[in-house]
């Protein structure tokens, strides 16, 4: 199992909205995640930037395709753009990745 953390800025003002669409997800976008081998996904925030972290199942680098390839989660990404900014990664069209320093089991 691999780990994978990201973050991105939420706009100003828009904090509510986006906790209000994460607690609509819908429920396309739950099945990709896990068909991705996704799981234990939580996102926290600090004033307007919001930090995720996720494990994945069957590794980053198909979590990361598997998304990329996805329709469901270019039209998530697509309804998140008034509310966000993420620069995605070139290479995957992921989040980009978060480097991990320290890891306490």
Known sequence: MERFAWKAMIKDGKLQE????H???????????KDAGIKNYTIWNVGNEVFGYFECDKGVQYAEKYQAKS????KWNEYMKDVMTMEMDTETGAQPKMQQVFFLE
């Open 71 to 74: 329709a469901v989660v270019d």
């Open 23 to 33: 607690d609509n997800i819908w429920p396309e976008m739950k099945i990709v995640l």
């Open 18 to 21: 986006y906790k209000k669409r």
